[in-house]
């Protein structure tokens, strides 16, 4: 079967129950006037059944970010903004409760998606499962979920915390779905729950049939169809030896602040992390580092704007919580490319020639707000590297460093003097990889952010941005290559990060662009470490022309491929 991403590492072997995830048919029927009390009680009845049953489920779990996922769905669930859309369209439009809880969400998710939320995009489907718990919960129906009575592979198209939890999970020995993102609620809480998961596996629930017995290696990315007891006894065999040779093993940290290659030339290998939780995990993997740690993720459940306290105690912790002479990356509140927060309506974006002064001004309070309380955390550790999202305008971020510099002066007035701090930019835009060169003479470092630079190069749907963040196109590997050119004229260091730093075929022709730390999900730095000691790569005279002829996915793959003295050995799973 074709690859996907592995979201959590193991092995398991089991019959597949496979689930369809139909969206719940919902026809659009109008009510009499008089029947529009009856209609709205019957919806503030199923939403408080749904808010006690979602609460129930938070006392019963032990995993934290199960717990986090259920209060951020019981906030939408309780949003007075919600309330009041769905209670409008039954007593002023005459709407029937179950078509207005159903237009509501559904407009609700659409509105974002068309602003091309990635947090809507990647959790489109959770958001919707919670409308379709109420009007299940209101027609007195359980949620559409096979009953698990014995081990399994449990394979979906698609497929929500709220649903997996509504089952015994100590069952699920393995997930499969054709669908999903490494930073969802999804991923999240499988990860928690510590079951082997594969996401994107196409047409997983068409190929894949009930009973049929199922080997999956999410050490290898490989999902194998009634296999063979010889074939299940070889890939046991191999993780067994991966786990005694002590490659499954906790590391110290500290024996990868630097990687080398066969040549000895050093690589920084960082974490991309996105909750506290991960930062007690990253103790057990071998990293330089926080190369992303998306602070917005921190402040989901928050229903109005976290305070200036709020933040430095949070950002406090993490400083302190780090190894000694680790540094961390935080990209601030990123409203466009990640998720929308509970204490804003919608997306704010800066942009000093085109925004409105109402935008500006929230953001601008926002960006100043944190950035007082990063600063006045980065006393606390080693050294802190804070980072600004998607640059598209050269004078947007020279407002944004204006605001960087009125923090600072403003801390230093009080008395407080901020730690080492270093100033970025993440490339994410073709705007700014073409600006580059300017932007370069304003900060200390780059980071290239690879799944948005895909989707905004090529315009493509969301769909095939989910299908394509790990492939590289001709036109992106220009765009890193004119990136990481300015950056080595500018001498600053340049890292990357995305789905596709993690597809090692593509690392010798990114090391080739000059390339040289690289930022991974942590399940992903044992392989990437080992990949990079074993790298040793012969760039041609005639590189730069090899990159201008590209004109297919393909002829990068090929040239990636031969630029290596000698084909990456394949590591023992």
Not at 36 to 57: C, F, P, Q, S
Not at 84 to 103: M, N, P, T
Not at 149 to 163: E, K, S
Not at 211 to 219: F, Q, R, S, T, W
Request: charged content about 25%.
């Amino acid at each position: 079967m074709r690859d996907g991403f592995v979201i959590k590492e193991g092995i398991a072997c089991a019959p597949a129950i496979v689930f369809i995830n139909t969206p719940l048919h919902v026809e659009k029927t109008k009510i009499s006037a008089a029947e529009t009390a009856g209609e709205i009680a019957l919806y503030h009845d199923a939403r408080e059944k749904t808010r006690i049953y979602l609460e129930n489920e938070m006392r019963k779990t032990e995993s934290q970010d199960a717990r986090e996922f259920m209060e951020t769905s019981v906030m939408f669930l309780m949003d007075p903004y919600v309330e009041k859309q769905i209670s409008d369209l039954i007593s002023k439009d005459l709407f029937s409760a179950e078509s207005a809880i159903h237009h509501c969400y559904n407009s609700f998710v659409q509105e974002l998606l068309d602003n091309h939320d990635p947090f809507i995009m990647h959790n489109e489907y959770e958001i919707r499962n919670l409308a379709e718990h109420i009007i299940m919960t209101l027609k007195r129906k359980r949620p559409p979920i096979p009953e698990i009575t014995g081990d399994c592979i449990f394979v979906a198209n698609n497929l929500t915390p709220a649903q997996l939890l509504t089952v015994d999970n100590s069952h699920i020995k393995g997930v499969i779905l054709e669908d999903g993102n490494t930073n969802s609620h999804m991923a999240i809480v499988l990860r928690s729950l510590n079951i082997p998961t594969i996401f994107n596996v196409e047409n997983a629930s068409v190929i894949i049939k009930n009973g049929m017995n199922i080997l999956m290696d999410a050490y290898a990315n490989k999902i194998y169809l009634n296999p063979l007891e010889e074939l299940i006894w070889s890939v046991k065999k191999h993780v067994q030896e991966r786990i005694e040779s002590g490659n499954s093993n906790i590391v110290d940290p500290l024996i990868a602040r630097y990687k080398t290659t066969r040549t000895g030339e050093r690589i920084e290998v960082l974490a991309n992390i996105g909750s506290l939780a991960e930062i007690q995990d990253l103790k057990n993997y071998p990293s330089s580092g926080i190369g992303l740690f998306r602070t917005e993720f921190l402040f989901m459940n928050h229903t109005s704007d976290p305070t200036e306290e709020e933040q430095f105690e949070c950002y406090r912790k993490i400083m302190e919580s780090l190894p000694e002479r680790f540094a961390v990356t935080f990209r601030t509140f990123d409203f466009s490319a990640d998720k929308l927060p509970l204490y804003l309506s919608k997306p704010v974006h800066y942009n000093c020639t085109t925004g409105t002064d109402e935008d500006n001004i929230l953001l601008r309070d926002i960006v100043t707000t944190q950035l007082r309380a990063l600063m006045r955390a980065s006393a606390f550790g080693h050294q802190m590297r804070i980072m600004f999202p998607m640059a598209a305008e050269y004078e947007d971020f020279v407002h944004l460093m204006d605001l960087y510099q009125e923090a600072r002066e403003s801390l230093l007035k009080e008395g407080i003097r901020p730690g080492r701090i270093k100033i970025g930019v993440m490339i994410e835009t073709p705007a700014a990889a073409v600006m580059s060169e300017s932007l370069a003479s304003l900060v200390d470092f780059f980071s290239i952010g690879t799944n948005d630079l895909t989707r905004y190069t090529e315009t493509c749907s969301r769909e095939f941005a989910t299908r394509h963040n790990n492939d590289l196109s001709p036109a992106v590997v220009r765009l890193i290559a004119l990136t990481s050119e300015n950056a080595q004229k500018a001498g600053i260091p340049i890292s990357i990060c995305g789905e596709v730093v993690h597809e090692q075929k593509y690392l010798p022709l990114l090391y080739a662009l000059g390339i040289r730390s690289f930022s991974v999900a942590p399940f992903y730095l044992n392989s990437m470490l080992y990949a990079i000691h074993t790298l040793d790569v012969r760039i041609p005279r005639e590189f730069q022309e090899r990159i201008r002829n590209l004109r297919t996915r393909q002829d990068v793959i090929d040239l990636s491929a031969n630029l290596l003295k000698s084909p990456l050995p394949v590591k023992n799973q």
